[in-house]
């Protein structure tokens, strides 16, 4: 029998596009870039100081611990007037890869602007400063050899479609965007997945890729190329003064390897060659300036290709008024800044 009812239906709701999510608003970012002894640090300094903000180090050699004349590090003093972050957060034997600088400068500028103190990133490692500015996503560096041959080998056995149903069970977003015939792709995908327990998707973040989460104003120093070279010198020279070649002497005798990728950096392999007895004084002061200046010319390069850069050279402006017109810059962004006290411990 079939039941009659008195009650009356709701009409059933339209259906209507969802809205796409709202990302939260760009945190602004001050950025300062360009090559080796080009005049980075004292900027940032000045513009932390006046503007309430705090450095996060953007060279890749300067989160090890120990290794200070080389990467010519901030002096004590000027860490204790100004916060710095990702400073003396690794031993040299331990890796460091660009996803974990990504990851722990992402924090740091949270933490910065949760504060509503300004985040300067200030450095000469070009990628480093482009996987933060440019928003790109970077899987996990993990990888298992036996674990991908293995993945390798059932796609032989059994078909790259098998394979691919596996990664679609595991991660059906990273399965629509892979095509199957893309063994490769979807052998890293199954093998992220399988090592890290997470989607391969999930490590590409809450934007696509390319879209930056800073309204990052970037500025950039250069300087004429005998002015560059001339100040090289110099960084080298007192480099040597102030016992770089004994801070190698005391790594290595501390236990770290010298073919570490941290002891294979500028300022560390050439002292390395000459405390072997490989080359004299004179030959390893020659190279470390010959390395000083290629490197330079490398970052310049690589520096041209970067968007949206301001570029000012110090050759023919002076820092003050580099310094006055970043400021304007700053403020005309209107940034919600209200320089605060630094939170205790803050810099790290």
Not at 127 to 154: H, M, N
Not at 175 to 185: E, F
Request: proline share 9%; net charge positive.
């Amino acid at each position: 029998m079939r039941s009659c009812s008195v009650r009356t239906r709701e009409p059933r709701p339209a259906n209507r596009p969802q809205r796409p999510q709202r990302l939260p608003p760009p945190q602004p970012l001050l950025v300062i870039l360009g090559p080796t002894a080009v005049g980075k640090t004292r900027l940032a300094l000045a513009l932390a100081r006046r503007l309430g903000g705090e450095i996060i180090s953007a060279d890749s050699a300067q989160v090890y611990r120990g290794m200070d004349i080389g990467t010519d590090k901030p002096s004590a003093a000027e860490r204790a007037a100004v916060p710095h972050h990702l400073v003396d957060i690794r031993d040299p034997d331990e890796p460091f890869s660009v996803a974990d600088f990504k990851r722990l400068a992402e924090a740091a500028v949270r933490d910065i602007a949760a504060r509503r103190r300004l985040p300067i990133l200030a450095g000469g490692t070009g990628f480093y400063i482009r996987a933060v500015t440019e928003g790109f996503s970077l899987a996990p560096p993990g990888a298992d050899p036996a674990l991908r041959r293995r993945l390798q080998e059932e796609a032989g056995t059994h078909g790259p479609q098998a394979l691919h149903a596996k990664l679609a069970a595991l991660d059906p977003v990273a399965a629509g965007r892979i095509h199957p015939h893309n063994v490769k792709r979807v052998v890293r995908a199954l093998e992220v997945c399988l090592l890290t327990g997470r989607p391969f998707s999930s490590f590409e973040g809450d934007r696509p890729a390319g879209e930056s989460p800073y309204d990052a104003l970037k500025i950039g120093l250069t300087r004429h190329r005998d002015d560059l070279y001339r100040r090289i010198a110099e960084r080298v020279e007192d480099q040597l003064r102030r016992g770089l070649v004994e801070e190698v002497r005391r790594l290595l005798e501390q236990g770290c390897s010298p073919d570490l990728p941290a002891l294979r950096a500028l300022a560390y392999k050439e002292p390395i060659a000459y405390l072997r007895g490989e080359v004299s004084w004179e030959e390893m002061v020659r190279i470390l300036m010959r390395n000083n200046r290629r490197y330079a010319k490398r970052q310049w390069t690589w520096f041209r290709r970067e968007r949206g850069v301001e570029w000012f050279n110090l050759s023919e402006t002076p820092e003050a008024e580099v310094e006055e017109a970043v400021i304007r810059r700053v403020r005309e962004k209107g940034w919600p800044l209200t320089p605060s006290p630094p939170a205790p411990g803050a810099g790290r």
